[in-house]
């Protein structure tokens, strides 16, 4: 591992020495393109080395380098590669530095039409926020946005997964409205693909519980919506569920409510973001106790 750091360290220099002979008068008479060539190669190799050594923040500067002599040589989608490879090994050592040459990716392959590779590195980049930066509001921006360029290359499937973590996000950072308006669009599309159909009960669930955290009025409401929307959805645990708990937070009976969300627990495992969900309801019923 170390002599594969060295061998990184004498290519990025190799490389240093090959970019600067082409900035000489003669170079730049008989074509210094070549040289700048041969150096980005070097910078490329060096980040190799760097990687198999794991010097992570070494090898996103090699790969960097690469990236900008690739511009200069007016070779886009290259650039653009290197971007991302020196963004891969960033994610290691320095996130915020990651984002930065995600981004510079990003507006190389918009600017060349590539939307739908676009919109993968805009995932990339809101993943970084989720957990190494854990800045959910950035994420969700690039949710959006990857959302946004697979809709318009007609990848709907793909758009809706995107939507799917900003509505998830959203409700987390308590904008119930922004969850609620994506939960119901999805579930709405879903009812009539019989691939699909399935998850639009899961949709409307958690449509429905962002709808509880606000006002149980309109969740009564929702709920009667969804049955006609989808007929089936009256018959299934998730709505049961959602009946027992508005008619605990109408009556404001803590052990009720608590008694159904166990019950539902016993049969389908609760995931983090609905107990989440659930107990910021259920402190909703212990504040209107204590008033």
């Known amino acids: 591992m170390a002599d594969n750091d060295q061998k990184g360290k004498e290519l990025f ?3 240093e020495k090959k970019l600067k002979s082409s900035q000489g008068f003669f170079s730049s008479l008989f074509g210094s393109s070549s040289k700048v060539e041969d150096a980005s190669e070097l910078f490329v190799r060096a980040g190799n080395m760097f990687k198999m050594a794991k010097n992570w923040t070494s090898a996103g500067e090699s790969f960097c380098r690469a990236a900008q002599l690739q511009i200069e040589l007016k070779s886009k989608h290259q650039a653009a590669t290197e971007y991302v490879n ?15 040459c995600f981004l510079k990716a990003v507006e190389i392959f918009t600017d060349m039409g590539k939307f739908t590779i676009a919109a993968k590195h805009h995932i990339t980049i809101a993943e970084v926020y989720e957990t190494e930066l854990v800045d959910l509001e950035k994420a969700i921006t690039h949710y959006e946005q990857a959302a946004d360029y697979y809709k318009g290359e007609e990848s709907n499937s793909s758009a809706n997964k995107c939507l ?21 669009e999805i579930g709405t599309s879903c009812v009539d693909n019989s691939l699909l159909k399935y998850s639009a ?30 007929p089936a959805f009256g018959d299934n645990r998730e709505s049961k569920l959602l009946k027992k708990l508005i ?3 109408n009556e404001e009976d803590i052990d009720k409510y608590t008694d159904a969300v ?7 495992r609760l995931d983090q973001w609905t107990t ?9 019923i212990n504040a209107e106790d204590l008033r």
């Open 86 to 100: 020196a963004g891969t090994c960033y994610k290691k050592s320095d996130p915020n530095e990651a984002v930065n």
């Open 13 to 15: 220099a190799e490389a």
């Open 247 to 249: 008619e605990a937070v």
């Open 164 to 184: 799917v973590k900003v509505a998830q996000y959203s409700a987390q950072l308590e904008q119930y409205d922004k969850a609620i308006q994506i939960y119901e």
């Open 201 to 230: 009960k899961d949709y409307f669930f958690k449509a429905a519980l962002c709808h509880l955290c606000v006002d149980v009025l309109n969740a009564e409401h929702a709920v009667q919506k969804y049955e006609e929307i989808m």
């Open 262 to 268: 166990k019950e539902y627990d016993s049969i389908s």
């Open 276 to 284: 989440t969900v659930l107990l910021r309801v259920k402190k909703n």
